[in-house]
């Protein structure tokens, strides 16, 4: 599984404005309605809950919210980058401004955890972390996730 099939081109929204962590999650849902066929108010519920177990803040500016969400045909995901970093609970206590939100459908198995661990070890990279931050478009970020992950050999 690669990011391409993972991540739309209209499921990437750079210079999003959030105040916090609810509202970023907020973002992502209307999102995820938008591109998905799925009710905002399912997916927000849904990431709510994940992040009532812990935060999905990774650290270094990242964050992977993630949920099962019913109504999916397979994994899907969407990239935003913040104006400005919220507070997200973070393991490394530092603010969130890079999110690559994943879904997967209610009944998915292991490939849910394989594409979780594919994008937090893809977002660990600093120098890809700071080309995310600075890349202008849509198409660029997409360029960018897509072409890491090709460019590395397959460790799965």
């Known amino acids: 599984m690669n990011?391409?099939?993972l991540l739309d081109r209209s499921a990437i929204s750079l210079r999003v404005s959030a105040t916090?962590?609810?509202k970023v999650l907020a973002?992502?849902?209307?999102i995820a309605a938008r591109n998905f066929g799925v009710e905002a108010s399912d997916v927000?519920?849904?990431?709510?809950e994940r992040e009532a177990a812990g935060s999905t803040g990774v650290g270094h500016g990242v964050a992977v919210p993630h949920a099962r969400l019913e109504g999916l045909q397979r994994m899907r995901g969407i990239f935003v980058r913040l104006e400005q970093p919220v507070e997200f609970?973070?393991?490394?206590?530092?603010?969130?401004?890079?999110?690559f939100a994943l879904?997967?459908?209610k009944q998915a198995g292991a490939d849910h955890l394989r594409a979780l661990a594919r994008v937090s070890r893809l977002l660990r990279q600093s120098e890809l972390r700071e080309q995310l931050r600075k890349a202008?478009?849509?198409?660029?970020?997409?360029?960018?996730?897509?072409?890491?992950?090709?460019?590395?050999?397959s460790a799965a």
Do not use: S, Y
Not at 44 to 48: G, H, N, P, Y
Not at 143 to 151: G, N
């Open 136 to 153: 202008r478009t849509a198409d660029a970020v997409h360029a960018l996730l897509v072409q890491e992950v090709t460019a590395r050999p």
């Open 20 to 22: 916090n962590k609810r």
């Open 103 to 105: 879904f997967a459908p």
């Open 3 to 5: 990011i391409g099939e």
């Open 44 to 48: 927000l519920d849904a990431l709510t």
């Open 27 to 30: 973002v992502i849902a209307e």
């Open 89 to 99: 609970e973070a393991v490394d206590d530092q603010p969130v401004d890079l999110l």
